[in-house]
């Protein structure tokens, strides 16, 4: 595992479900805890993601749909459909034949001693994560996912 950080953070946050009463000690009031939210999921996505496309301009429009596409505001009720565009757009790149297998660090050693290099297709990987992360949290009430 490595320690390096990614180059983008996919969170996923649902309202909580705190049954405790907080104090705002600058006003001695009550806190609402209604806009509260508490991340149930996370995902930090290695810089080499998007290595496996070979097309710059492509490339760059995936970049710049996970830095900006979805919102930072977590009660924006479109995140859910942004993230659905999110997936559409590396639908649209994979079906463009501008993506590649590509070459892995990891080496294996088979039962006859040979080594091997494992070979991955990163941004099918990235999609099939997307299409787990849509199918398991998307349908939940209040949910929100923001990229960063």
Not at 21 to 28: A, L
Not at 72 to 83: A, E, G, H, I, P
């Amino acid at each position: 595992m490595s320690n390096i950080r990614g180059f983008a953070k996919i969170s996923i946050w649902h309202p909580s479900s705190l049954q405790q009463n907080f104090i705002d000690t600058g006003s001695n009031t009550l806190v609402d805890t209604s806009s509260f939210y508490e991340c149930i999921y996370s995902l930090e996505l290695p810089q080499s993601t998007l290595n496996s496309i070979t097309c710059n301009k492509r490339s760059d429009a995936l970049r710049d749909a996970l830095n900006i596409q979805l919102s930072d505001d977590l009660t924006s009720n479109k995140t859910v459909q942004d993230f659905d565009r999110l997936i559409k757009l590396v639908d649209d790149i994979l079906g463009e034949n501008v993506s590649s297998w590509i070459s892995t660090e990891q080496e294996e050693k088979l039962k006859n001693g040979d080594a091997i290099t494992l070979r991955q297709h990163q941004l099918l990987s990235l999609r099939h994560h997307l299409q787990w992360i849509y199918d398991t949290f998307c349908h939940l009430p209040g949910i929100a996912i923001s990229i960063r």
